[in-house]
Protein backbone atom coordinates (compact mmCIF):
# COMPACT_ATOMS: atom_id res chain seq x y z
CA UNK A 1 0.00 0.00 0.00
CA UNK A 2 2.15 2.80 -1.07
CA UNK A 3 1.69 5.47 -3.88
CA UNK A 4 3.94 6.97 -6.36
CA UNK A 5 4.34 10.61 -7.04
CA UNK A 6 3.76 12.24 -10.22
CA UNK A 7 4.39 15.73 -11.18
CA UNK A 8 2.82 17.12 -14.25
CA UNK A 9 4.52 19.36 -16.82
CA UNK A 10 1.43 20.47 -18.77
CA UNK A 11 -1.87 21.31 -18.54
CA UNK A 12 -5.37 19.17 -19.82
CA UNK A 13 -8.69 18.20 -20.09
CA UNK A 14 -10.03 14.85 -20.05
CA UNK A 15 -6.70 12.83 -18.59
CA UNK A 16 -6.69 9.30 -17.78
CA UNK A 17 -4.09 7.43 -16.21
CA UNK A 18 -3.51 3.54 -16.71
CA UNK A 19 -0.39 1.64 -14.83
CA UNK A 20 1.56 -0.83 -17.04
CA UNK A 21 4.42 -3.18 -15.57
CA UNK A 22 6.99 -3.76 -18.41
CA UNK A 23 8.03 -6.90 -20.15
CA UNK A 24 4.80 -8.72 -19.36
CA UNK A 25 3.52 -8.06 -23.17
CA UNK A 26 3.77 -10.30 -25.95
CA UNK A 27 4.59 -9.61 -29.77
CA UNK A 28 7.03 -7.53 -31.69
CA UNK A 29 7.44 -3.88 -30.63
CA UNK A 30 7.81 -1.75 -34.26
CA UNK A 31 7.32 1.84 -32.88
CA UNK A 32 10.66 3.24 -31.30
CA UNK A 33 8.60 6.18 -29.46
CA UNK A 34 6.14 3.56 -27.73
CA UNK A 35 6.08 1.96 -24.71
CA UNK A 36 4.32 -1.26 -24.34
CA UNK A 37 3.43 -3.43 -20.95
CA UNK A 38 1.06 -5.27 -19.16
CA UNK A 39 -1.85 -2.71 -17.43
CA UNK A 40 -1.57 -3.48 -13.64
CA UNK A 41 -4.87 -1.81 -11.91
CA UNK A 42 -7.87 -0.18 -13.12
CA UNK A 43 -7.84 2.99 -15.31
CA UNK A 44 -7.70 6.23 -13.16
CA UNK A 45 -9.51 9.54 -14.54
CA UNK A 46 -8.11 12.52 -13.48
CA UNK A 47 -10.33 15.28 -15.24
CA UNK A 48 -8.62 18.75 -16.11
CA UNK A 49 -4.81 18.47 -14.97
CA UNK A 50 -2.71 21.70 -14.30
CA UNK A 51 1.29 22.23 -15.30
CA UNK A 52 3.09 21.41 -12.23
CA UNK A 53 0.20 19.91 -10.50
CA UNK A 54 1.31 16.92 -8.35
CA UNK A 55 -0.98 13.63 -7.92
CA UNK A 56 -0.20 10.30 -6.08
CA UNK A 57 -1.00 7.33 -8.01
CA UNK A 58 -2.04 3.93 -6.16
CA UNK A 59 0.56 0.94 -6.37
CA UNK A 60 -0.84 -2.36 -5.09
CA UNK A 61 1.79 -4.16 -2.53
CA UNK A 62 0.97 -7.10 -4.27
CA UNK A 63 2.69 -5.94 -7.23
CA UNK A 64 6.42 -7.44 -8.24
CA UNK A 65 9.03 -5.31 -8.32
CA UNK A 66 10.19 -4.10 -11.59
CA UNK A 67 9.72 -1.65 -14.33
CA UNK A 68 6.59 -0.40 -14.67
CA UNK A 69 4.87 3.32 -16.77
CA UNK A 70 1.96 5.30 -16.25
CA UNK A 71 0.69 6.54 -19.44
CA UNK A 72 -1.24 9.64 -19.30
CA UNK A 73 -3.88 10.08 -22.45
CA UNK A 74 -5.80 13.23 -23.31
CA UNK A 75 -8.49 13.99 -25.92
CA UNK A 76 -7.07 14.33 -29.72
CA UNK A 77 -4.39 11.67 -29.06
CA UNK A 78 -1.58 13.34 -26.36
CA UNK A 79 -0.45 10.75 -24.51
CA UNK A 80 2.69 10.88 -22.16
CA UNK A 81 4.72 8.27 -19.93
CA UNK A 82 6.00 8.35 -16.84
CA UNK A 83 8.68 5.54 -16.31
CA UNK A 84 9.32 4.73 -12.68
CA UNK A 85 11.46 1.43 -11.19
CA UNK A 86 9.21 -0.52 -7.89
CA UNK A 87 12.28 -1.58 -5.74
CA UNK A 88 11.52 -4.63 -3.52
CA UNK A 89 10.63 -4.43 0.07
CA UNK A 90 14.08 -5.75 0.89
CA UNK A 91 16.89 -5.05 -0.76
CA UNK A 92 19.69 -8.15 -1.56
CA UNK A 93 16.48 -10.71 -1.26
CA UNK A 94 15.50 -12.41 -4.42
CA UNK A 95 13.21 -14.96 -5.06
CA UNK A 96 15.21 -17.31 -7.27
CA UNK A 97 17.17 -20.14 -5.97
CA UNK A 98 18.52 -20.63 -2.61
CA UNK A 99 22.18 -21.25 -2.98
Do not use: H
Amino acid sequence: GTTARLVLFDAASGVTVRLFRVGDAVGVLRERDVMRGKQVGSTIRLGRVARGQAIQLPLDPRWRSGFYYARLTAPVGRVGYAPFVLAPRRLGRSRGRRR
